[in-house]
């Protein structure tokens, strides 16, 4: 109740602040440029195997983070089983995260059965898009080779549950958004907790490094 009064406030004021919870870092009005990711995009739609998709960075510590699951074994492919199967989506890997605030950079959610219905209903008009072939592509970030869901994460569990290798778009340059690397420097102060992000970003600057060092020879 405090959280949700806190974040219409700072929405008001258009402000973010970051804070540390048990489970890692959270951020009250996410400003970030989620919503500007068709505009990075870098080269055309491409079709990319389940197998081949992990996900990506959440903010999470070590030993609550998603970070390099594949999408095969993440809650989220679980999750679309359930909803398929007509199964107890409360005893889900993904409800339990949610509830908790372990399942991605979100507070804690109370789930009630308008959330379930919700899920539900988004279930049955993404799986209808994707067998229309009219879904929006994954979005991916690829770094030292990886491609890793920077959004879309429903979208490619149930198109690989469908045995579909998902339509994706490649938004590699949201992984520089300032906000990124303003959780990168908190967590820098607890790095023994965040070993998978240290080595994700220390991914990304060898890339850039890289970059830098084919273009001076070049």
């Known amino acids: 109740m405090i959280k949700s009064i806190i974040n219409r406030f700072c929405k008001r004021l258009d402000i973010s602040v970051l804070y ?15 919503n500007l990711h ?4 870098s080269g055309g739609i491409q079709s990319l195997r389940a197998e081949n998709l992990y996900m990506c960075m ?38 339990k995260r949610l509830i908790r605030g372990t399942l991605d950079p979100r507070s804690p959610i109370r789930v009630d059965h308008r959330y379930i219905q919700s899920l539900r209903n ?39 549950l469908e045995g579909i290798a998902p339509k994706c778009i490649d938004i590699s340059p949201v992984v520089y958004d300032t906000f990124n690397w303003w959780c990168y420097r908190k967590m820098l102060k607890e790095r023994n907790s ?25």
């Open 58 to 95: 959440d903010r999470l510590k070590d030993p609550y983070t998603l970070l390099y699951t594949n999408i095969l074994d993440s809650p989220h492919f679980e999750l679309m089983q359930i909803l398929r199967d007509g199964g107890d989506i409360m005893c889900s890997a993904y409800i």
């Open 194 to 218: 965040y070993k998978k992000h240290m080595q994700f970003f220390d991914s990304v600057m060898a890339g850039i490094d890289g970059q830098r060092n084919l273009s001076i020879t070049a």
């Open 122 to 160: 988004t279930f049955e008009s993404k799986i209808n898009s994707i067998r229309a072939g009219t879904y929006n592509p994954v979005e991916v970030i690829v770094v030292s080779g990886q491609y890793f869901v920077g959004d879309g994460r429903h979208t490619a569990a149930l198109c690989a």
């Open 20 to 34: 540390e919870s048990a489970a890692g870092i959270k951020c009250l009005n996410n400003i970030s440029v989620n």
């Open 38 to 41: 068709q505009y990075l995009a």
